[in-house]
């Protein structure tokens, strides 16, 4: 697939009518959802509502079982597109870093530009360093993963995946595994990248990072959208008596 397909007034993510099954467990209902390039949406709910199935069906890595999902205007559910050309698009975070802990954090962030991007060495290694000063990280690429702190191995994962100008980024609940000290210095680069214009679709329960800087928040709950609306909103005043119960529970 030529990036040339892509049509610029596309929405950055579209969705429509997306249905996963595990067997008989219907994971998502018939989900519709559109992201704007520049949008920062977060998405908030229980464990088991289909937050990070929904995330995770963005890029395929979750195959849907019906439904469509347009990646700035290109259909990735179709079985003819190159779908490792469109995920060069998307840059993923997970909860957990997913580094190669026997490479250093340079060799982290340039594997993936050298194998799948044929950058040169020169280049990869330009770009890494660019990366990790974005992410305050400047000073370690020389270290191995198991010797810096969650924090600092979340940021090299978000600089791993700016690595390949993505287009958006994904973010599946990306300071849950971190230690409560450590969960500020992630959010603040997540802060910096939409303060850049970065899309964002960011699976999270970090509420006053929604809260400030949010564009939309969304409220799923057994396998579909309960509500959505501008984030100040939707917390202030939730209208659904399922998003009410969820966010007393959590605020």
Known sequence: MSTDLIDTHAPAIEIRGLVKSFGDNEVLKGIDLTVTPGEVVCVIGPSGSGKSTLLRSVNLLEEPTGGSVF???IDVTDPDIDIDRVRTRIGMVF???NLFPHLDVLANLTIAQRRVLKRSKTE???VAHAMLERV???EKAGAYPGHLSGGQQQRVAIARALCMNPDMMLFDEPTSALDPELVGEVLQVMRTLADEG??????THEMGFAREVGSRLIFMDGGVIVEEGDPREVLANPQHPRTQDFLSRVL
Do not use: H, P, R
């Open 71 to 73: 990646i700035e205007g």
């Open 95 to 97: 909860q957990s870093f």
């Open 124 to 126: 990869a290694d330009k």
């Open 136 to 138: 305050g990280l400047s």
């Open 198 to 203: 970065m899309t964002m679709l960011v699976v």
